[in-house]
């Protein structure tokens, strides 16, 4: 992954960057539809120390902007005042993952990782397996180039 080079006095450490992408529950997506405009959504994730992952519907314009051009952006940030500010921006290709839709009736050890992490994050069922309704898939993203800041660590 492509680190950067700019901000580098108020980045991330890559223990931060675990830290935020494991403890944040929403994240937006940037995908770009048919036209070139950007489409961009909230959404929940989990983070498995090495890829974004997305639990989502397959009949949406996210779903068929990936499907079409898999490049896209997440940016997930907390903080409340401009000192309080911190994120992350994530570049590079969502991929699907296991079977579309994901009903759960089929096999997919692949998946076995984020479906946990998932269940465990927003609540699964009370044995702690994921939901499947048939609608969703998994999309992966394995970023290709990250940027991020922490403006707590302005003025240090």
Do not use: N
Not at 21 to 37: D, F, H, K, N, P
């Amino acid at each position: 992954m492509e680190t950067q080079r700019r901000g580098r006095k108020i980045a991330l450490t890559g223990a931060e960057v675990d830290t935020l992408l494991t403890e944040e529950r929403i994240c937006r997506v940037a995908t770009l539809t048919s036209s070139g405009a950007p489409h961009l959504s909230p959404l929940w994730f989990v983070w498995d120390g090495t890829s974004l992952w997305l639990y989502s519907i397959v009949r949406s314009q996210r779903w068929t902007d990936v499907r079409r051009d898999p490049r896209a952006a997440v940016v997930v940030d907390g903080g409340g005042g401009f000192t309080e500010l911190h994120g992350v921006e994530l570049r590079g290709r969502f991929e699907p993952v296991g079977p579309v839709p994901r009903t759960g009736d089929e096999d997919a050890p692949e998946l076995a990782t984020p479906e946990r992490l998932f269940a465990a994050k927003y609540g699964g069922r009370p044995d702690g397996s994921m939901f499947h309704d048939g609608r969703h898939g998994w999309l992966r993203l394995t970023p290709e180039k990250a940027a991020s800041w922490d403006h707590r660590k302005l003025g240090r």
